[in-house]
């Protein structure tokens, strides 16, 4: 396999796009601007690596090109922005067979096509060393894009489906909540949203801190996925402790006033909707016992370390 | 050094920018569209590859993160556009001192900021192989870009700067012909573009067969830079087929009709410019010897093999 086959092959079977009126094959790509756009382009770059955030070798070349491109849109469904074109670049094994690479780059297009979003660019090298996956996203904010810093004094506290143990399996194969956080602007003003890919414990102190307060969030409420029962049931931890601690969840984390959570459908767009807290304002976060006791917020929180999964 | 060490580090020493209401820190940045945007925006994205693209032992963090940027801008160099932002993805080595990542990341911020461009995203990861960097840029066309498939039949051929032997260290020191592209569309049409990174020789073929053309270039013509001559000194090759097929030399390669070629300054933002040949309807590339003969292309050219500079 040399770069430039792949790069020829990419060329040539993607499809013509009105949007890209110059697609992969000149210096840069050229994607029109939407006319709804709001002044704002968005833009993200994210790397998954073998070894770090997937195992090659175990999930193969199109649940890693998957996993990539997934995890840089759920970025542009945490700012409530629909993506209007992704770029991959890849740094291949040289032991990598050409097929195996053709299919990684399909998966990444495909993924992307989920949301009719282009694959506009892609870079190719190889080398002597595991799998990189690099995608970078571009959007256009039609309005102005939900923050990290706009959470307000008592919002409630929401996140999306069920939290923990995707270890087992779904941080490979989360859908990035690109139609629900559009579906969610359409029914109440969301002040402050982010995607949860570190865990609540690590994500919410950071949504916290961007907005100047504190948070308190009910133990019981927590929508604890049934992976993070088995995992618990393995380890001896528990659930609570998985939901709250295990990373790549990939759902999102927003709050909004009291009055419109309350407004808010238990389910959307397929996924459930649950409320977990209450931001506060002294700049602490703290876990509600079952007895009403508060507790310290749990340390941590999910960082790749090397580890494979 | 911890990932988010990193990054918290990126972010705090990013200065406040007009032009990126969202900076570095929530989960995508967000750029100002530029007012002059004729309705584009053009992406690219690029890796440079510890072994492959650059030397890390041997050329120390700043050199590997300049040229890793600034082959990324050498692309909006060859549409002709001013970059509006650039991210920043690295894998780093897990014995990297955080000093030297952060001299890495100094250096990719200060290499854009030489083209007015912010440094609006970064990825950062920790593993056990060599340091990867991977660059995406975005434009704005304030016109239509200039494209490999626009050249027309009779169109001059011309170069910018002096070709071959980059690899003697003008492959880390290059500067992205931006300045050039931009003064260059104020005084003529420029039909077809193109930055020189795998060598004339592979080069001028693509641009040709994207205008459905072929090319002949004048051997006497060809504007040989001094290290070629000491790089052939070396190996037996000569100066002219070290012009003709390293790699790297990240220069413009464009065309434009006679008339304006021939208005066209020897010399323009400080750098030669030099017309080597002409557009042809033979849809073949082929060199014109001194003597007036023609004589096959080269084959060839330069393609990253994993070989390390």
Request: hydrophobic residues 45%; glycine residues 8%.
């Amino acid at each position: 396999m040399r770069e430039n086959d792949l790069l020829h092959w990419l060329m040539h079977s993607t499809r013509p796009d009105a949007a890209v009126p110059v697609p992969i094959g000149d210096d840069m790509a050229a994607v029109a601007i939407s006319p709804q756009a709001a002044g704002l382009a968005l833009l993200k770059i994210d790397q998954a690596l073998d070894g770090v955030h997937f195992n090659l070798s175990t999930c193969g070349p199109a649940a890693a090109g998957r996993k990539a491109v997934n995890r840089c849109l759920s970025d542009c469904a945490a700012m409530a922005t629909a993506p209007a074109a992704i770029m991959v670049s890849v740094a291949l094994p040289a032991d990598m067979p050409l097929a195996a690479a053709q299919t990684l780059l399909t998966a990444c297009r495909n993924a992307a096509a989920e949301f009719n979003c282009p694959l506009v660019g892609g870079d190719t090298a190889i080398w002597q060393h595991p799998l990189v996956i690099t995608v970078s996203a571009l959007g256009f904010a039609t309005q102005s894009p939900v923050l990290r810093c706009g959470a307000q004094l008592a919002d409630a506290i929401v996140v999306s489906g069920k939290l923990g143990g995707s270890i087992l399996g779904r941080h490979l194969t989360f859908t990035p909540r690109i139609k629900l956080a559009s579906l969610l602007q359409t029914i109440a003003p969301v002040h402050s949203m982010m995607d949860l890919s570190d865990g609540l414990a690590a994500d919410l102190p950071r949504l916290a801190a961007a907005s100047g307060l504190g948070a308190v969030v009910d133990e019981a409420r927590l929508p604890v996925h049934p992976d993070a029962t088995q995992l618990a049931a393995r380890d001896g931890q528990s659930p609570t402790h998985h939901a709250l601690c295990d990373g790549e969840d990939y759902e999102l984390l927003f709050t909004l006033s009291q009055h419109d959570a309350a407004r808010l459908p238990t389910q959307l767009a397929d996924v459930p909707l649950t409320i977990i807290g209450e931001m506060t304002s002294e700049p602490t976060l703290r876990l509600r016992a079952p007895d009403g006791t508060l507790q310290p917020w749990p340390a941590g929180g999910f960082e790749h370390q090397g580890d494979a999964h």
